[in-house]
């Protein structure tokens, strides 16, 4: 009674024939023309940026600089990472910044004061962040106090709590072989290239394991020209990086030599392809779609909506944890500052500029990591090219202030071409 | 169609504290059926569909499924009994595709990985079997449908589940002449499919085009439930507008009063004449 019957004279399933990588382009295209544009301003500002820098400067194609370049960035993208979680709900995260330097305090007290080894320092920089993110994502989901309220009250009580943590603000260094590691050393230049392989392969494996899985239930599946350019783009821009990052970039190298991968890659591709499998392989990562863009539906289709918030809140905290470990390495201390000033609006900006939508539903984590590559560019050409600090924050606010237009704009055009 | 009725209420009463919404309702929908629940605004269609989903508690009355008495708490349990509610604001995510929505909440997983060949390949066979032709590609962010397609998306996922009982509210209420025409097909093949279907609607020409019985609400009672094909459509409004039509619908005594009557009777036919005001 209930097993529908099939009507005759109806073979087709919608969506089961293969398309050419011609069609695919036109998709592409079409895609980008109703106004998804994704990562792709995002890429093409990044090149000509560098292209501008690299001319106007060459010493910004320098071996070291390219490799300062992941090293600067990295907090952001790492904050970045985490705040793409709370966008892709609509909401906000203004205390993320803080959130890093609370928690990369806490970090360098336990390593320094406490003595305690980095392998619990650490964790206790994680759970730190993570203890912030349930309060913030409390806040926010069950009282029902708006994100920019909540994350804004944190944001004041968090430098405040750096202070207090900081006792009026003094530096505390750390001194902490592994975790002063994590910014300072490389990987051996063989370990790299080992990762690199690695990464492609693993990459096409997963490609290609998902054409057989859809061709054995008889569904469309992508061109393996296609495929073969995805991979190939991966291995060629993979190479070109691990060549550079792999030349001597030490002054005096008979003295101390510098080359490799810096540590802190392989940990944001890491965290990266893990927050990637996620969103856009589990349930979990489908639910927080879902309510980003519709609450009242999600709600309908049994998806319990406040634990995804406090997730999201909890996740991106915990990322800011990464963020503020990172920034300690970095700097070798903590200091009140650490996590302030320009980092927040830097994280929200790489997201934005990278293809997450503020308005929610629509972001990947690799757009953190887009973006906060543009941002870390932005940063550092400017500096080279001599501009003062003033004029950097200008710029970037400039280039949020675009990527947020553009993902407006994409929204009005979107629903003019009737595409919402 | 069968002997007993897929989905039976009987006697329902409902109130939002001190208002009373429904008054002693009794409902019935037969599989194979398209079941018309017509009533002018605010007669309490909604509260009604929303009692049988679930989402409201009945205050007192049966709730029989399959014959079987049973009760309804949650929507997850009218779920599990096989009804689907597709609402009137359809409650889809505008940026996920038709698959992912149609698999919302109840994902297939292998492991912790979500098994999106299997979804894909079992939405795209239920939308064969109700001979959807008008989307392009299943995985098209429904962002980018057009109100039909959309509604046709909400009915397929209601199908998806095996359901018994599809409660339709208001489903071509925005939409144009055509994709009108391609939802009632939809709906009417349904109903041949073997399922029972309720449809609300106001349009008294989308009613007599599909429905086999036609139940009508009037100020939160039950005025009549008819086969359609006994009824003109002049009775129906007037049952819509005045509760009555002849000797069909409520008595003049009930209509005024709308006070504590009873409406005991068969399923299937129905007719409330019997129903005795008090005093
Ligand atoms: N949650 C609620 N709390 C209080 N009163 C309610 C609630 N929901 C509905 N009502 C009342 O119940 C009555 C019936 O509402 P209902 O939505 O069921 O009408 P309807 O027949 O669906 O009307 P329409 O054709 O306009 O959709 C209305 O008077 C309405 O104000
Ligand atoms: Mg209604």
Known sequence: ?????????RTEVPGSTSRSLGEHARDYVGRIRGGDMGSLPALAGLIVLCIVFGVMRPVFFSDINFANLFTQGSQVVLIAMGLVFVLLLGEIDLSAGFASGVCGAIMAILLTNENWGWYLAIPAAIVTGVIIGVVLGVLVAKVGIPSFVVTLAAFLAFQGLVLLLLTGGKNISINDPFTVGIEKDNLPPWLGWVLLIVCVVGYAGVQLNRVRSRRSRGLAVDPLSLIAIKVGALAVAGAIAVYFLNQERAINPAFHSLKGIPNVVPLIVVLLLVWTFVLSRTTFGRHIYAVGGSKEAARRAGINVDRIRISSFVICSGMAAFGGIVAVSRANSVDPNTGGSNILLYAVGAAVIGGTSLFGGKGRVIDAVIGGAVVAVIDNGMGLMGYSAGTKYIVTGVVLLLAAGVDALSRRRAAASGLR | MTATP????RGIDKSFGPVQVLRQVDFTANAGEVTALVGDNGAGKSTLVKCVGGIYPIDSGDYLFDGKPVTVH????ASS??????YQDLALCENLDIVQNMFLGRERT??????EPTMEKMASETLDRLSVRTVKSIRQLVASLSGGQRQTVAIAKAVLWNSKVVILDEPTAALGVAQTAQVLELVRQLADNGLAVVLISHNMNDVFAVADQIACLYLGRMAAQVKATDVT???VVELITAGRSGDLGLQAAAVAAAGNGNG???????DLGDMNGAQ
Do not use: F, K, N, W
């Open chain 1, 1 to 9: 009674m209930t097993a529908l019957q099939t009507p005759p004279g």
């Open chain 2, 6 to 9: 897929i989905l039976e209420m």
């Open chain 2, 74 to 77: 949650s929507p997850r349990d």
């Open chain 2, 81 to 86: 009994l096989g009804v689907e509610i597709v």
């Open chain 2, 110 to 115: 292998r492991g912790i990985v979500l098994d």
């Open chain 2, 233 to 235: 459509y002049s009775q």
């Open chain 2, 264 to 270: 005991s009777h068969d399923a299937g036919v129905t």
